[in-house]
């Protein structure tokens, strides 16, 4: 891509020949590739192209979901790549179409729409979240089978930690 134009391209659960033609046609290194598919999430961040995956919580109804997004950032382009659709994202593709005419196709605007909007969405997850964890704690002082319910109190409030630590992070590129 050349000029002021730009590409934002999504894969979902992309076949190798796909990854392939990507890896071709945008110049990216393989090992940015193998390390979405071995790390939880990023260890280190690549620069050329800025590199890194974000673990992305959101909800499905009643249900806390979890996934693993690649980012690969060039001057002209941004890739995402997951494993399952997630639907927030054609939300926010939408919305960043929309605002393209106001704000024009910087690449780090683009960037800041799509960490702010998923950011904004965490608070849903943060709230049913909450909500699951005090449901478990009334659950486990009037009920049998309180190992099993411990257990999901604990899970859930790993969750919360975890989450805090992706929102603070994200919140300093947000905001910077």
């Not at 994202?89 to 939408?94: L, M, P, S, W």
């Amino acid at each position: 891509m050349h000029g002021d134009g730009f590409v934002w391209l999504h894969l979902t659960n992309p076949s190798s020949q796909e990854v392939t033609k990507v890896r071709n046609d945008f110049s990216i290194a393989d090992t940015i590739f193998e390390k979405f598919y071995k790390e939880k999430n990023s260890v280190r961040y690549t620069f050329k192209p800025l590199a890194f995956t974000l673990v992305d919580y959101y909800t499905e109804g009643k249900n806390i979901k979890v996934e693993d997004v690649l980012f690969i950032i060039g001057e002209h382009f941004i890739i995402t790549i997951t494993k399952a659709r997630l639907k927030h994202y054609d939300e926010i593709f939408k919305l960043i179409s929309e605002r393209l005419k106001e704000f024009g196709t910087d690449i780090g605007y683009i960037l800041h729409e799509i960490l702010d909007y998923d950011a904004e969405g965490n608070f849903d997850v943060l709230s049913l979240t909450e909500s699951k964890i005090s449901e478990l704690e009334n659950a486990v002082l009037y009920a049998d089978d309180i190992h099993k319910k411990v257990v999901s109190v604990i899970t859930y409030k790993r969750y919360l930690l975890q989450m805090w630590r992706r929102l603070w992070s994200n919140s300093k590129i947000i905001f910077s």
